[in-house]
């Protein structure tokens, strides 16, 4: 429930208190267009991704040693939160700190040596599948005419099978 809450489609600050998609991203294909569309054109090239990205991973990396530590990539996820949060005239609330909370989940699920640093391969991996999610017409951008694809069918058709209609199983980038 509270994951389907968070895949909404986000209003203006005010209309139900979440953010509206920006700079920290999110699931959801309008979330994704707005923390990395960085020419205003409402689609994101692969270069436009990968750039993002790297700068993002480069600039959290504090001590410099080509890996971000579980503390690192928490506060360069939190450094984003807290912007999009102060754009839109947002106090932080419960969604903030469950953010917060969710950034460190989402830290070991993408440390995948299990070594408590995420090397730039290692993001690498997170970030194709990511894209290719959103990449539904597989044209190396993603933009509005990306079809949302449809559930994927796991047999379960009786009482209580749910689908996310837009294949929402991945993290929110960092």
Known sequence: ???????????????????????????????????????????VTLDEYDAIRKSRFDGADADGD???????????????????YADQGLEKDE??????????VRFAIVDRSRDGSLSWSEQQLVAASTFARHDTDENAIVNDADPIPDPEDD?????????????ATGTNEG
Do not use: C, W
């Open 155 to 167: 047999g379960d058709t009786g009482a209580g099978a749910t689908g996310d209609s837009n294949g």
């Open 66 to 84: 080509g890996a971000l530590n579980e503390a690192e990539y928490v506060a360069e996820f939190q450094g984003r939160l807290d912007q999009q």
């Open 1 to 43: 429930m509270a994951q389907q809450a968070a895949d909404q489609p986000a209003t203006a600050a005010g209309e139900n208190d979440r953010p509206a998609p920006g700079v920290a991203g999110g699931h959801r294909k309008a979330a994704f267009i707005a923390a990395y569309d960085t020419d205003g054109d409402g689609a």
């Open 95 to 104: 969604r903030y700190d469950r953010s917060i909370e969710q950034a460190h």
